[in-house]
């Protein structure tokens, strides 16, 4: 009797290098590591780098990788989690077996920085990308021909995929999961990890808000108009009104306001409801449409449609993912 061979498991390679932080890379070796009792035939990890050997980790700690480059020749999904500098070049046998890689049909993946390694091989031109938002403009001014998105988790490009920054990297990889796998299987990975299975919105949701600081208000007229907005931001407000309290005309206020914060008057206020609405959907049971109306929204369809292209989700699924996490 002849038997056939087992079959081949999908190789995942993930690409390392020194000089790196540890955090993207663990993610993806934390969700892609051998996972027998799932009962599914499962990845096959391999961690490779330009130059086998002992790598240098942010952190103090040394990582030693066993493969180089040629693992990618094989390789279903390649992963690069990160690049240690974002202003550099990318090593040149990296560069050309990504291009390889991707010619050949594999799935190629970036994380936060990963992005620039994918983008130096041409594998974003023409096409929508994400990395992490502190490096969208960098990675827009670098390579013009990328289309840069810098306020979701990741984007699903099919054969390329890129995700945001730390974390979202175990949103991306749990979305390969469930690619290849289903949501049961996404779903058992990810209670394993003690996270959502599936996050909703984007990085909105994690950029640092614009809030002001600095100057003294009784000194500073824009900030001034500032510390009165976020005492008054269930009332009417008006750019008038604002001009006002800096005791500036109209005109004149909205263009120190635009150097101050580089966005106009009304949409800071419209972006300072939408922060003062997170902590109600987050640890209250208020209706939605009331907590609309405690930060100032005149409707509650007005403010479903601002949180919405805020923060790329809608106020009850906001909720929703806090209290799942809770609960998980």
């Known amino acids: 009797m002849i038997l056939d061979p087992p079959a081949r498991r999908h190789l995942v390679a993930v690409v390392a290098f020194d000089g790196m932080a540890p955090f993207e890379l663990s993610s993806v070796v934390e969700v892609f590591r051998p996972r027998p009792d799932l009962g599914v035939p499962w990845y096959d990890l391999r961690v490779c780098s330009p130059r086998p050997g002992p790598l240098r980790f942010l952190g103090g700690f040394t990582v030693t990788t066993e493969h180089g480059m040629d693992v990618l020749a094989d390789a279903d999904t390649v992963v690069v989690p990160q690049v240690p500098d974002i202003h550099g070049d990318i090593p040149e046998p990296v560069v050309d077996a990504l291009k390889r890689a991707h010619a050949r049909g594999a799935r190629i993946v970036s994380i936060c920085s990963g992005a620039f390694a994918l983008a130096a091989a041409g594998l974003l031109d023409g096409r929508e990308a994400t990395t992490h938002w502190r490096f969208a403009d960098t990675l827009r001014r670098r390579f013009p021909r990328v289309r840069v998105t810098p306020d979701v988790l990741y984007v699903d490009g099919d054969d390329v995929l890129t995700g945001a920054g730390s974390a979202a990297g175990l949103d991306l990889c749990l979305h390969l999961v469930r ?114 109306a405690m930060v100032g929204f005149e409707s509650p369809a007005t403010f479903r449609h601002h949180f919405a292209r805020a923060m790329k989700t809608s106020p009850s699924a906001y909720r929703q993912m806090f209290r799942t996490s809770l609960v998980s």
């Open 179 to 292: 690619k290849d796998h289903g949501a049961r299987i996404a779903n058992s990975v990810a209670r394993r990890l003690v996270i959502p299975p599936h996050r909703e919105g984007g990085q909105a949701q994690f950029v640092e808000a614009a809030v002001p600081s600095g100057p003294d208000p009784a000194d500073d007229p824009v900030a001034r108009a500032m510390a009165w907005a976020l005492d008054h931001l269930a009332e009417p407000i008006t750019v008038a009104a604002l001009a006002e309290q800096a005791r500036l005309a109209p005109r004149t206020f909205i263009r120190h306001f635009h150097r101050t914060t580089g966005t106009s008057p009304l949409r800071w206020v419209i972006h300072q409801r939408i922060m003062a609405s997170l902590p109600l959907l987050e640890n209250g049971a208020l209706p939605i449409e009331r907590i609309g």
